[in-house]
């Protein structure tokens, strides 16, 4: 009993420290508060040492959404406009290759990580896939965890940036049409997708999100 209400109380450790970052962010005005408010929050408290772990069920819904929300990007136009991609696919693995050669030898002689965390944390990639991946390899959970995620803020806080100041691109533009504007048969794909999506991220042998308070 007592593991499980240590782990309860890093669940809601985890979440108190989320609506505190969104409200924080939303009464300073900063970008994105449901997304960068909890983050930063999350970050700054594993940065110290704070005993945090993975909502459950939360994060999976989330992962969900968010699962639909890009799935349901990918339309006939954007497929048609695949070849004119091609090069650009092409200087991924070329991308990959030189981050590795670069990243492995930083996170091992500069920040004293062993292989495989050097390894996971320097390959890029989804922060809870690459966190999970080397969990399964070995890694230090707590190691990656920081990693990627410091990695994923500084991504997306300076790309917003960037594109606002340096190219004059408006952020405020909605990316589709509302929920309700959408079509009856539309609506339940998606739905459908979510439940898929929901139930194969519950099926046995998936990885939950891992626990940052190692």
């Not at 505190?20 to 970050?43: E, H």
């Not at 070995?138 to 990695?151: C, E, I, M």
Request: charged fraction near 10%.
């Amino acid at each position: 009993m007592a593991t499980i209400r240590t782990l309860t109380g890093r669940k809601a450790l985890t979440i108190l420290l989320g609506v505190a970052g969104t409200a924080a962010f939303q009464l300073l005005g900063l970008p994105l508060p449901f997304l960068f408010g909890p983050m930063t929050a999350c970050l700054f408290a594993a940065l110290l040492r704070a005993p945090l772990s993975g909502p459950g069920q939360i994060a999976v819904a989330a992962r969900t959404v968010l699962g639909v929300a890009i799935g349901a990007s990918v339309t006939p136009e954007v497929i048609q406009r695949l070849p004119s991609m091609l090069a650009s696919v092409a200087i991924v693995p070329v991308y990959i290759l030189v981050i590795g050669l670069v990243g492995v030898p930083f996170f091992r002689r500069i920040c004293g990580f062993d292989p495989v965390t050097a390894f996971y944390a320097a390959m890029p990639g989804g922060a809870a896939d690459m966190t999970i991946f080397g969990q399964e390899a070995g890694a230090n959970v707590r190691q990656l965890s920081l990693v990627h995620v410091t990695r994923l803020m500084v991504i997306m806080v300076l790309a917003p940036f960037l594109l606002v100041h340096l190219y004059g691109v408006s952020l405020g533009n909605p990316v589709g049409p509302p929920m309700i504007d959408l079509p009856l048969f539309e609506l339940a794909l998606m739905l459908s997708a979510a439940i898929l999506g929901w139930r194969g991220q519950n099926a046995p042998g998936f990885s939950a999100q891992p626990s940052l308070a190692r």
